[in-house]
């Protein structure tokens, strides 16, 4: 088993540009999510999915989209990229519905915009 | 308000030696899960203990073991025996049941010093 694959491992754009970061998980998980990572503020969600075709915004969506075509694939989608942008994005995939399921989590992407 | 707080930004322990890191919650759910993640430099997450609500017993895996005090929403973790490996980044999150999303707190960076 991958486990929960992201890619890439490190990004660099300039402002208004977009791209889209990618997520794959190999464990028929339900549950799929995207956190930002900044310093001092820990791990805040952005969007996340309870299955295929079913996505729903988290603590801070603005900026990002995200869509869950199949139940392994997860992508995240920055429209139109701004400096506050810049952090560390991690991809985390889990069963759902019950507590004591962990979460898996994605080696990371760093992006930096300019 | 916050569903997981952790006051500790920062500790130091001595090697060999225990420590605790504190982490208060905040749920009207009788049913939930709390978790220990730990982030080495190299950016990982890596999953380490789970608390259930309902469990009687506090949880333990190896060096790592939740003090679990219900009454007052407090899951901390304590590693006995440190060891410089255990220099990171240490995350506390709740998931409420039934419900998939994870809460995290702003973690607490642990230094192990020889």
């Known amino acids: 088993n991958a486990g929960v694959t992201q890619t890439p491992k490190f990004q660099v754009l300039k402002t208004g540009q977009s791209m889209t970061l990618q997520c794959a998980q190999d464990m028929n998980h339900e549950y799929m999510s995207w956190y930002r990572q900044d310093p001092g503020m820990g791990l805040r969600l952005i969007h996340y999915?309870?299955?295929?075709?079913?996505?729903d915004q988290g603590e801070v969506p603005n900026g990002y989209n995200v869509s869950r075509s199949t139940t392994e694939d997860f992508p995240l989608r920055l429209l139109s990229a701004a400096p506050s942008q810049t952090s560390v994005y991690f991809c985390?995939?889990?069963?759902?519905?019950?507590?004591?399921?962990?979460?898996?989590f994605g080696p990371g992407t760093r992006l930096t915009v300019l | 308000a916050q569903k997981i707080t952790q006051t500790q930004p920062g500790m130091f322990v001595q090697e060999k030696e225990a420590v605790t890191l504190d982490c208060t919650y905040d749920t009207s759910d009788p049913s939930y899960g709390l978790f220990w993640y730990k982030q080495p430099s190299s950016g990982e997450m890596i999953f380490l203990i789970y608390q259930g609500s309902y469990d009687q017993q506090n949880a333990t895996e190896g060096r790592y073991s939740l003090n679990f005090q219900k009454a007052r929403k407090s899951a901390n973790l304590v590693i006995s025996a440190s060891q410089l490996g255990d220099s990171a980044m240490y995350f506390c999150a709740m998931r409420e049941n039934p419900g998939n999303q994870f809460y995290f707190g702003t973690g607490t960076s642990l230094t192990v010093i020889p």
């Open positions: 985390a995939s889990s069963q759902q519905g019950v507590s004591y399921n962990e979460q898996f």
């Open positions: 999915s309870v299955g295929a075709g079913i996505t």
